[in-house]
């Protein structure tokens, strides 16, 4: 015990050192300072001296209980000092003339602390029995407690009675000096219900001290108007908890004191009785959903400017919204706009085919029965137009009017409020929200709140259609263009048998044409099923097999195809292999052959050579002809579905390139207008296959 007893001595000593230090400090700073406080600095930096040596006197107290009269000096000293401020600091807006009792108040106060003084000083000096001094000490605490109580309610009035423009000047020290009086008033209460002096509670006057010295420096800086105590709601929240189970305690032990007192075997039944009824309530209700909810509306209404923490509500949004991709948008939509008001439960309606609102998703709501038109054309333009948000509350009371809920809205007693997803004036959905366990009404930040989270739920609703349809619209120009593709080789066959045709007319009695007619109707029905076989690989520019093919053969059926174009000369050619596709192969060379007669006059001929090239083979098709701008080449020669001849797909140059791809090949193109164009085709020689381990099977 004395043990304990010691500890609390020394730190009640460090404490009243380190207030003594931190008052006197901010005293010799403040001096030069003390216009910042108008009228009331010099009794300020006076009264902040005199509380110093109240704190050096506790400290020398501490442990000599027989040295009680120099704490008892300094103490009086300190609270006519803050009296003489107070005093300074209401006259400096003219307050002390216009509100009349302020100094009678100060003048009472002070003649009590005189007083105290006084019989303290007297009292000190006499020799009295035990009976006595427990008297002289209630009465001791009871005039501190009065000056406390009464400093209390002057530093009250002193802010919250100022004007607006002169609160900035006044927060902070009646703060300083709330927390110093406050201190002073659980100490003496404490003292006079016990009937002595809690050395304990006494030991910690220090940290009042620093927190005064604090305020007041804070009072007189430059800055101060920056600073602000803006706790958290969370932290206001827990605080406020904390507050209440501590007033809970209290009161359960003040009873259970009570009862002790009252003695007997019945009162200690009703002393049990009472905890272990005090403990099952706070058990139960105090974990409860529906009392921390009420306690958020309290706090809310009540210490706060604005209900909501935008800053935690806009995170927790955004969490829920963007964080969970295991479940699907629309439930995530509901979740995001429910936890705004502790809703349970949702729904998501958005537009069907015509128009209406079907139901797209539900969140923690089973039991609703919603019907396939949740909300029919005709109703839905009034919330597209206004963006109305509905209180089903006042709508099932007759208190709104002029717009038309579904029925299975109204009849479900959980469905509260229907909020319209309005995107760029165009409704994109709607949410129902399922009725909290603490219900209250709508005003107008509930209602600024929910139309602006709406409007960023129904961007994501917006974009995540758009997304859809991009899919959508990617899979049918897949489609599309593997319908050109076909539409271009059978427009090439076309041609070839519309020639076929109109020859017939003229040589079909002669052998010869005959023979070579078989020869192009195999070919092209060759063709037509090498066409149906790549069907399904147009898309992703596949081929046929690759394999070991024969370039020489591939040229020579492609001069084959221009035999009768003289335009079409072969340079040069070697007699190698390369890893292809024969038709793909000779379907590239055959556009590019083709495309270069096109671009060329008829007298300007046409080159298609073959040479090696380290590991490759090099085809190249030269011309003369009108060329290329480099803008063109690089924008739009390989551009899908554009075309500079009347009627063309503008597929060719594409398919050839993604052809030449396919069997992992390289397509260059050089040209300059007016002099010609080189197209480059680069493909692997069969004997280096080998560097490309597997590479036959993977593109089959």
């Known amino acids: 015990m004395m043990k304990a007893s010691a500890v609390w ?73 803050w009296l003489v401020v107070v005093y300074r600091l209401f006259a400096s807006d003219g307050r002390d003339a216009s509100v009349a009792p302020i100094r009678p108040v100060i003048f009472a106060l002070g003649a009590v602390e005189i007083l105290h003084f006084a019989v303290n000083s007297g009292l000190s000096r006499l020799e009295i029995d035990r009976d006595v001094l427990d008297f002289a000490f209630q009465f001791n605490v009871m005039f501190r407690l009065l000056v406390t109580v009464g400093g209390l309610v002057l530093a009250h009035n002193l802010y919250a009675g100022a004007p607006r423009e002169s609160r900035a000047a006044l927060r902070w020290p009646a703060m300083g000096l709330a927390v110093l009086w406050a201190f002073d008033l659980n100490l003496y209460t404490i003292a006079y219900l016990a009937g002595n002096w809690p050395y304990e509670i006494a030991a910690i006057r220090g940290v009042a001290a620093i927190a005064m010295a604090v305020c007041i420096a804070i009072g007189g800086a430059k800055n101060r108007n920056d600073l602000r105590l803006r706790p958290s709601r969370a932290v206001t929240f827990q605080t406020f908890s904390l507050l209440v189970i501590g007033v809970y305690l209290v009161a359960m032990v003040a009873v259970a004191q009570w009862l002790s007192y009252a003695g007997g075997n019945f009162a200690r039944l009703v002393e049990l009785a009472f905890l272990t009824l005090g403990s099952a309530f706070a058990l139960v209700v105090l974990p409860s959903r529906r009392v921390r909810s009420w306690f958020k509306v309290i706090l809310a209404k009540h210490f706060f400017q604005h209900r ?22 629309g439930e995530r939509v509901v979740q995001s706009m429910a936890d705004v008001f502790e809703s349970p ?52 009371a007759g208190r709104e009017s002029g717009t038309t809920i579904p029925n299975w809205l109204i009849d479900h007693p959980r469905a509260w409020a229907l909020i319209p997803l309005v995107h760029y004036d165009r409704l994109v959905g709607m949410v129902v929200l399922a009725r909290p366990q603490l219900a209250r009404k709508f005003d107008w930040e509930d209602f600024d709140l929910l139309r602006v989270i709406g409007q960023q739920v129904a961007s994501y609703l917006s974009e995540n259609a758009s997304q859809l349809a991009l899919a959508e619209s990617a899979r049918f120009e897949d489609f599309n263009r593997r319908i050109a593709f076909v539409m271009h080789d059978i427009k090439n066959l076309a041609s070839q048998f519309s020639l076929l045709a109109r020859n017939a007319e003229l040589h079909a009695e002669k052998p010869a044409f005959r023979a070579d007619m078989l020869v192009t109707l195999r070919n092209s029905s060759d063709k037509l099923n090498a066409l149906l076989a790549r069907l399904s690989r147009y898309g992703s520019g596949g081929v046929d097999r690759v394999e070991q093919v024969a370039a020489t053969e591939v040229l020579g ?21 390369v890893t292809a ?72 140059a594409f398919e050839a390139r993604e052809l030449v791809r396919a069997m992992r090949g390289r397509l260059d193109v050089e040209s300059r207008e007016g002099l010609g164009s080189r197209f480059t085709v680069r493909l692997p020689l069969a004997a280096a296959t080998d560097i490309y381990p597997n590479y036959a099977e993977k593109v089959a």
């Open 581 to 652: 596709s024969r038709h793909s192969l000779e379907q590239v060379l055959v556009h590019l052959v083709q495309n270069a007669v096109d671009a060329s006059e008829p007298e300007s001929p046409v080159f298609l050579s073959l040479v090696v090239e380290g590991i490759n083979a090099r085809f190249e098709v030269l011309d003369s002809g009108t060329g290329m701008s480099a803008d063109f080449v690089r924008n739009r020669l390989f551009k899908p579905f554009v075309s500079t001849k009347s009627g063309g797909f503008g597929i060719g």
């Open 9 to 81: 001595a020394t730190m009640g000593v460090g404490l009243d050192l380190t207030g003594a230090i931190a008052l006197a400090s901010i005293a010799i700073w403040l001096f030069s300072r003390r216009d910042r406080f108008g009228a009331a600095g010099t009794a300020m930096v006076v009264a902040l001296l005199f509380t110093a040596l109240w704190s050096l006197a506790c400290a020398f107290g501490i442990g000599t209980p027989e040295v009680t009269f120099l704490p008892a000096l300094s103490e009086s000293a300190r609270n006519l000092a």
């Open 345 to 396: 439960a949702g729904l998501l309606l958005t537009p069907g085919e015509h128009g209406e609102l079907t139901l797209a998703a539900r969140w923690n709501w089973r039991e609703i029965e919603v019907p396939a038109v949740g909300l029919p054309v005709q109703d839905i333009a009034h919330f597209e137009r206004t963006g109305y948000i509905a209180d089903l509350d006042d709508v099932r």
């Open 308 to 329: 909501y923490d935008y800053r935690e509500e806009w995170l927790r949004f955004t969490r829920t919204i963007g964080s969970d991709q295991s479940a699907a948008l």
């Open 557 to 577: 059926l492609v001069m084959e195809r221009f035999k009768d174009s003289p335009q079409v000369v072969l340079a040069e050619s070697r007699d190698i292999m």
